[in-house]
């Protein structure tokens, strides 16, 4: 994870085009490496719990082209933060960014409430 961390980080503060490609070049390979991790994890998973569990990626989940260094840095903070709930026995929460802080949020205080944007809003084009 620390490897990973640091190749995000030489992508983001690459200053030329050939350093970000090399940085990229880098991160894909570690990523490669820890595929069979994911799938490794996976099969404990199913093996412990007796349900189906399937491995996701989230730039084929989301079909919105290669993730950016911070999509990929957010989604391993929110991953991290997740497993070590499900570590500490926390259950019945999602986890959520707020800010620079990743929070638990109790699923009672989420489950079936609508967040609408408004209109008006600077995302609203």
Known sequence: AKAMQEALEAIESA???STRKAAKKHLKALEA???G?????????????HLESRVTILGHVQRGGTPSPADR??????GTAA??????GVYGVMVAARGDDIEAI??????GKRKTVP???PWIE
């Open 33 to 35: 490496s820890h595929n």
């Open 106 to 111: 109790p699923l009672k205080e989420v489950a």
């Open 37 to 49: 991790n994911t799938v490794r994890l996976t099969r404990k998973l199913e093996e412990l719990t």
């Open 83 to 88: 497993a070590q709930l499900i570590h500490d």
């Open 73 to 78: 840095l957010l989604a391993t903070r929110l």
């Open 15 to 17: 200053k030329d085009k």
């Open 119 to 121: 209109p008006d809003h």
